[in-house]
């Protein structure tokens, strides 16, 4: 049994930070690559940041680049997305997603590679 929990989402004005949590769960099998996808009502699944194991390789989507940055905390099971500057452009339900093996690199922006997701924490951003 593997669980994703996600914190940290809220109402904010544009220009405003947030920062988003996602703890695995202590039965959670190693967890290599993480990401960051969002989902805004009647559009498709984003990828928005992806970290590796050790976290010196980062990835963002061209849209998010120079305002977010994806973290981890291994002894703590914890990844974390540091949103600023943040546009009303990017509401939407924040996922994190994890995946038993290392991905390539190339394969970080697709949701399909992951193995496990947590449920979501909506980011409501207000112009």
């Known amino acids: 049994q593997v669980t994703l929990v996600e914190s940290g989402g809220g109402l904010v004005q544009a220009g405003g930070s947030l920062r988003l949590s996602c703890a695995a769960s202590?039965?959670?099998?190693?967890?290599?690559?993480m990401g960051w996808f969002r989902q805004a009502p009647g559009k498709e699944r984003e990828f928005v940041a992806a970290?590796?194991?050790?976290?010196?390789?980062?990835y963002y989507a061209d849209s998010v680049k120079g305002r977010f940055t994806i973290s981890r905390d291994n002894a703590k099971n914890t990844v974390y997305l540091q949103m600023n500057s943040l546009k009303p452009e990017d509401s939407a339900v924040y996922l994190c997603?994890?995946?038993?093996?290392?991905?390539?690199?190339?394969?970080?922006?697709?949701?399909?590679?992951?193995?496990?997701w947590g449920q979501g924490t909506q980011v409501t951003v207000s112009s």
């Open positions: 202590e039965r959670t099998f190693n967890s290599y690559t």
């Open positions: 997603a994890t995946a038993d093996s290392p991905l390539p690199r190339r394969g970080y922006s697709e949701s399909r590679r992951y193995d496990y």
């Open positions: 970290i590796n194991w050790s976290g010196d390789y980062t």
